[in-house]
């Protein structure tokens, strides 16, 4: 899917004004609960808190939850963006030997790191029900959004980074 510039635009608003607004894990529920709102492709939006070699699920928007709350950075689609730093697309995650299932119905994946001071502290997690549901768009809004909810991981953890 394409995320249109002037929804990308308006989403980055919306985040800011949630971020301003609310404070760790109540900022970062709510920006879960907008994303999958607002865009039909994200069926599943969760961040997590790195906790040293764990990510921990701080907040989650979608259908149902998911038995993955606590997942070492060693294992996975997500401890691999934490560990490397960098986004991950997956577009037909049946064929990812990585993969960590969580629902049946999911297709792909996108998995954004969230820095802060240069160093990773979480995570957004989006899974689509559409193969090839993610592409550049998504990845440029989805780590605008981390830059902006950074200061919120930081605060659900009780501090600073170590």
Not at 2 to 27: N, S, Y
Request: include cysteine; proline fraction near 4%; glycine fraction near 8%.
């Amino acid at each position: 899917m394409t995320v249109a510039p002037a929804a990308a635009k308006a989403a980055l608003l919306q985040v800011e004004a949630i971020a301003r607004r609310l404070v760790g894990r109540a900022a970062l529920a709510e920006v879960c609960r907008f994303l999958e709102a607002s865009f039909p492709h994200y069926d599943w939006v969760g961040v997590y808190r790195l906790d040293g070699r764990e990510l921990v699920l701080e907040a989650y928007a979608g259908p149902a939850a998911t038995e993955h709350t606590r997942i070492p950075v060693d294992r996975g689609l997500c401890g691999r963006a934490a560990r490397d730093g960098v986004t991950v697309i997956v577009d037909d995650v049946r064929a990812s030997t990585e993969y960590l299932a969580c629902f049946l119905s999911t297709r792909s994946e996108i998995v954004v790191p969230v820095l802060a001071e240069g160093r990773v502290v979480g995570e957004i997690d989006i899974d689509s029900d559409r193969t090839a549901g993610f592409d550049s768009t998504d990845r440029a809004l989805l780590e605008e959004v981390g830059a902006r909810v950074s200061a919120c991981v930081v605060a659900a953890a009780g501090g600073p980074p170590a």
